[in-house]
C-alpha cells in the first residue's frame, strides 16, 4: 500500500469479534507538502477506518482521546462484509492493522482547551478543568495563550508555562495572539471529533508558530515562587536555621531595589514589581522572627549582594571583622597543610606510576615470548596428529576394500544356491498343477455332456439371487407420487398470508398465534434450512408443525401428503445410513433407511414437487446428535450452497445423486432432558430456535379467506425469503439495540466471564431476518426475535463473571423493550443459579 497522505486519527471503538475495530480520521496530512487539511468527504465520507486485525494494540498504546497516525491503509473490497459495521453511518471505505499506527511528535496537534486563564501567583484553573497530558495551549476571549503543561488532582488543577524553543521564550514566558492569525494561516484547526472532549481545536506545530511571529505576544507568567527563586532564592516559612526579622527584610528589599537599578540585565520591570509586591506583604502579614533568606544569601547573587554591601557600609561588619579574620588565618593554616599533603600525595602516585609502568613492559615481553613458543609447539602437534590420521585412514580403506570383495563373493554364492532350490520348487508345483488341470478337464466334460445341466444352471441363480436379497418382481414398478393441489386463492402480499395462516390456526384445534408470532415463524421458516423448536413437553412443537403443514396445504388432515414428511428419530442413530439409507455393495442396490426420507428426497427431484415449498418434519430430533446423522446436509445450512445434491454412492450415474432441491426446509423439535443431547456450537451456529415456551399476546385474528391449497414456492420466497430481504432498502441497517446486544455479548473483561462470539452467519442470518420482518412488525419486536432465536441458543458459560454478563443483558433486555430475550435470560439464570453456576440456553 502506497498512500501520499497520512491520516490523524482517534480511536473509536472496538466492534468485538477477532480483534476489530473503527477510527475516527480528524484530520489527513499531504506527505509531499505537509499541508493538513480536513478529508475529502468524496474519499472518506464516513471519516472512519476499519481496523482489520490487532485493534487491542492501539487501545494499549494510546489513550482514549489520544490522537496517532495511519500512513498505511488501504482501499476495501465492497464485495467484504467484515469491514463493514452493523451501523451505516460507520461504514469504513478504508482499512488498516492495528500495529502499523504511530505516535504523532510531540511538538505536533497540540490540543487547545476553552478555559479562562489560570491565577498567575498560583497557576490554578478555576474551573478544574479535564487538561491534555503534554503541552497544550488556551483559549480565552478570543485569543490563544501558551504552550502550557499541567497536573490534575481530584481537588485542583495546576498549569504552568512550557518553554518553547522556536520562539526562544524564556522560562516563565507564553505567548499571546488572536486566535484568527492562527487560523487563517491553517494553524490552528477546529475540532471536528467528539472523541476528544474538552478539547475545541489544535494548534498544528511548534515550528508553525514562526510564520506568525509578529503577531504574537512575549508575556512573563512565572508563579510567585518562581520569581521569589529568580531574585533572591527566598524560602518564606520555618527552615530552622537563622531567621530574618522586619528590619532585615525591609533593608534586602531597598538593597535588591539598588542592586537591580545598577544591573541593566535586569529589564523584565513587571516580574520585577511583582517580587516587590510579595515582599511588601511579607512585612504586612507573615511573622519575620521564623522565616530565613540564607540560602539566597549562599547563592552568587547573594554572595555578590553582601560584598557590595560591605564595600560601600564597612561599619555594619565592623563587629564582626576580628571574629572573621580569626578564622580566615585559621582556615589559611588548614589550607596550607592540604596542599602540602596533596603535594606528597601527587609524588607517591607519581612513582607508583613509573613502578606499574616498567611491570607491564615486561609482562607484556613475557607475553610475547610465551605467545611464539605456543605457536610453534601448537603447530608442531597438529602436525603429527595429521600423519597419524592419515596412516589410519589408509589401513581402514584398505580393510574395507577386503571385506567388500569378500562380501562379493560370498553373494554370488548364495545366489547360485537359491537359484537351484528355485528351479526345483517350481517344477514340483508345475507337476501338481497338470494334474489338478486333467482331472477338472475331466469333471466339467462329464457335466457338459449332463442332460440336467440346463434345469441346475436355473435352481442355482434363483439361489444366489435369494441369498443376495433379490426380490423377483416386476422392474417397472414406479412409486407413486401425488403432488399438492395449488391454491385458488393467493394472496396479494405477506401480510394477507399471514393473516390466512393465523386464522386457520385459531379456528382449529391446538396452539393460537398472534400476527407477529406466526409472522416470525413463517420469516424463519422461508430463510432458514433448518428451523428448530424448543420446549417442555405439551407446549405444541410437533402439532405446531404439521398443523403448518395443512395450513400450507401440503399434507391432509390425517397429516400425510407428498411434500410433507413425519420422521420419528430414534436413539442411536450415528451416521446417514441410519436416517436416509446406504448403497449395499454386496448386494449391488442403495437401501433406503426405514424413515422414507430416500423415497422423499427422490420425488424432490420431479418438476411437480420442486415447484412448491417440501417440509420435513424430525420429531424429537435431539434424542441422536443431529451434526451426526444429518452430516450429509450440513453444507446445506448456508444459503449459498442450497441445491446441492448428496452423493449416494450408487455407481449408476443417473442414480447416484440425491436431489435437494432449493424448496427443500427441515423442522426440528427438541426436548432438554437426561435421555436427550444438546445441540452442539457448531449446529446452533447453523440453525435458529424458537422457544415455544413462550407465548405472545393473544389476539383475535380477524376473519379472511384462508388457503385451499399450496402456493407456489416463489411466492412465499417473494413475501419472506432472504431474496425479499436483499431487496430492501434497509437490509444492513441492524438496529441499535441488536448491535448493542452483540456488544454485551462479546465485550471482555475478566469480570464478566468468557465472551460470546457470534459469527458473522448469525449477523447476516439476522440481517436478512429483520430486513423482511420490519414489514410486519416494528423494529423493536423484530430485533426481540432476532437476538432471542439467533444469539440466546449460544449462551454458554459458568461462574459469577458469566452471570454479570447475564445480568447486563438483562436489564438492557427489560429497560429496551424487548420482553422475549429478558424472559429466556432470566430463565437461564435462574437454573445457572441452581447448577452450580453453570449457564446454557439448553
Known amino acids: 500500500m502506497i498512500n501520499h497522505q497520512a491520516l490523524i486519527c482517534v480511536q473509536q471503538e472496538a466492534l468485538g469479534r477477532q480483534d476489530t475495530g473503527l477510527v475516527e480520521i480528524l484530520f489527513t496530512k499531504d506527505l509531499s507538502s505537509g499541508q493538513i487539511s480536513q478529508p475529502d468527504p468524496a474519499v472518506f465520507p464516513t471519516r472512519k477506518v476499519w481496523i482489520s486485525s490487532r485493534y487491542q494494540t492501539i487501545v494499549d498504546t494510546f489513550g482514549a482521546s489520544e490522537l496517532f497516525v495511519i500512513d498505511n491503509f488501504g482501499q476495501t ?9 452493523a451501523r451505516p453511518e460507520n461504514r469504513a471505505e478504508h482499512w488498516a492493522i492495528g500495529d502499523k499506527a504511530k505516535r504523532l511528535d510531540p511538538s505536533t496537534f497540540l490540543p487547545v482547551i476553552d478555559s479562562p486563564l489560570p491565577d498567575i501567583g498560583s497557576g490554578v484553573l478555576s474551573s478544574n478543568p479535564a487538561i491534555p497530558k503534554g503541552d497544550f495551549f488556551i483559549l480565552s476571549d478570543g485569543h490563544l495563550f501558551g504552550p502550557f503543561s499541567g497536573s490534575q488532582t481530584e481537588i485542583e488543577t495546576r498549569v504552568s508555562p512550557s518553554q518553547c524553543m522556536p520562539l526562544n521564550l524564556f522560562r516563565g514566558q507564553i505567548i499571546k495572539g488572536p ?3 492562527f487560523a487563517d494561516r491553517n494553524i490552528y484547526l477546529d475540532n471536528p471529533s467528539d472523541l476528544t472532549p474538552g478539547v475545541c481545536g489544535f494548534v498544528t506545530s511548534m515550528s508553525d508558530l514562526k510564520q506568525i511571529d509578529g503577531s504574537l505576544e512575549k508575556q512573563d507568567y512565572s508563579s510567585d515562587a518562581d520569581i521569589i527563586q529568580f531574585y533572591a532564592k527566598l524560602k518564606i516559612g520555618p527552615s530552622g536555621k537563622t531567621a530574618l526579622g522586619r528590619n532585615a527584610a525591609s533593608q534586602l528589599k531597598t538593597e535588591i531595589e539598588n542592586q537591580v537599578k545598577k544591573n541593566s540585565a535586569h529589564t523584565n520591570r513587571e516580574r520585577f514589581e511583582r517580587f516587590k509586591a510579595i515582599i511588601d506583604q511579607y512585612l504586612e502579614t507573615s511573622d519575620p522572627g521564623q522565616e530565613v533568606i540564607n540560602e539566597w544569601l549562599k547563592s552568587e547573587e547573594g554572595k555578590s549582594f553582601l560584598a557590595d554591601l560591605a564595600d560601600r557600609k564597612p561599619d555594619l561588619f565592623s563587629g564582626h571583622m576580628g571574629h572573621l579574620e580569626e578564622q580566615k588565618k585559621v582556615a589559611q593554616r588548614e589550607l596550607e597543610t592540604l596542599r602540602q599533603d596533596k603535594q606528597k600525595l601527587e609524588q607517591q602516585i607519581q612513582q607508583e606510576k613509573n613502578r606499574v609502568t616498567l611491570a607491564q613492559r615486561d609482562a607484556d615481553a613475557k607475553i610475547a615470548d610465551i605467545r611464539k613458543q605456543t605457536a610453534a609447539e601448537q603447530q608442531e602437534e597438529r602436525r603429527k596428529k595429521l600423519t597419524e590420521l592419515e596412516d589410519e585412514i589408509r589401513a581402514a580403506e584398505s580393510k574395507l576394500k577386503d571385506l567388500n570383495t569378500e562380501i562379493s563373493n560370498k553373494l554370488a554364492d548364495m545366489e547360485n544356491v537359491r537359484t537351484i532350490e528355485d528351479l526345483k520348487r517350481e517344477r514340483d508345483y508345475l507337476e501338481r498343477l497338470k494334474s489338478d488341470l486333467d482331472r477338472a478337464v475331466q469333471t466339467h466334460t462329464a457335466t457338459l455332456k449332463s442332460p440336467s445341466l440346463t434345469e441346475d444352471l436355473v435352481k442355482q441363480n434363483v439361489v444366489l439371487g435369494l441369498l443376495n436379497g433379490q426380490v423377483f418382481k416386476s422392474q417397472d414398478e414406479i412409486e407413486t407420487y401425488v403432488p399438492p393441489t395449488l391454491s385458488t386463492y393467493t394472496p396479494e402480499t405477506g401480510e394477507q398470508l399471514i393473516q390466512s395462516v393465523a386464522y386457520w390456526f385459531q379456528e382449529s384445534d391446538g396452539r393460537s398465534f398472534s400476527d407477529e408470532e406466526m409472522a416470525n415463524i413463517l420469516i424463519t421458516l422461508q430463510q432458514s434450512f433448518m428451523t428448530v423448536f424448543k420446549g417442555l413437553p405439551g407446549a405444541g412443537k410437533t402439532s405446531t408443525a404439521i398443523r403448518l403443514a395443512q395450513a400450507y396445504g401440503l399434507a391432509d388432515e390425517s397429516g400425510y401428503g407428498g411434500n410433507f414428511i413425519n420422521v420419528p428419530v430414534s436413539r442411536g442413530w450415528v451416521s446417514g445410513r441410519d436416517f436416509i439409507g446406504f448403497y449395499n455393495s454386496l448386494k449391488g442396490s442403495y437401501q433406503p433407511a426405514r424413515t422414507g426420507m430416500y423415497q422423499f428426497l427422490r420425488h424432490g427431484g420431479r418438476d411437480q414437487a420442486s415447484d412448491s415449498l417440501r417440509i420435513a418434519l424430525l420429531d424429537e430430533a435431539n434424542l441422536s446428535p443431529i451434526e451426526h446423522y444429518m452430516s450429509d446436509f450440513l453444507a446445506l445450512f448456508d444459503a449459498e450452497s442450497r441445491g446441492r445434491p448428496i452423493d449416494t454412492g450408487i455407481p449408476d450415474p443417473e442414480q447416484r445423486y440425491l436431489p435437494v432441491p432449493k424448496t427443500t426446509r427441515f423442522l426440528a423439535t427438541i426436548n432438554n432432558d437426561s435421555t436427550t443431547e444438546l445441540l452442539s456450537p457448531r449446529l446452533c451456529d447453523r440453525v435458529p430456535v424458537i422457544s415455544m415456551d413462550q ?7 380477524p376473519v379472511t379467506q384462508t388457503l385451499n391449497g399450496t402456493l407456489p414456492y416463489d411466492v412465499l420466497e417473494s413475501f419472506f425469503g432472504i431474496s425479499a430481504a436483499k431487496q430492501a432498502e ?3 441497517g441492524a438496529p441499535l439495540k441488536l448491535n448493542d446486544v452483540l456488544a454485551i455479548f462479546e465485550e471482555r473483561g475478566k469480570d464478566l466471564g468468557n465472551p460470546t462470539i457470534v459469527s458473522m452467519r448469525k449477523v447476516q442470518a439476522m440481517n436478512s431476518y429483520i430486513a423482511v420482518a420490519r414489514q410486519y412488525m416494528d423494529e423493536s419486536k423484530a430485533a426481540d426475535f432476532a437476538i432471542a432465536q439467533h444469539v ?22 427489560k429497560g429496551n423493550n424487548l420482553p422475549r430475550v429478558s424472559q429466556l435470560v432470566e430463565e437461564v439464570m435462574s437454573i445457572g443459579d441452581s447448577n452450580v453456576q453453570s449457564y446454557s440456553f439448553f
Open 792 to 813: 440466546l441458543p449460544l449462551i454458554n458459560g459458568f461462574g459469577k463473571g458469566y452471570r454479570t454478563r447475564l445480568e447486563r443483558v438483562h436489564e438492557y433486555a
Open 179 to 181: 486566535r484568527e492569525a
Open 730 to 732: 434497509d437490509y444492513y
Open 695 to 701: 407465548s405472545g399476546s393473544e389476539a383475535d385474528i
Open 77 to 85: 473490497d465492497n464485495e467484504t462484509e467484515s469491514y463493514v459495521s
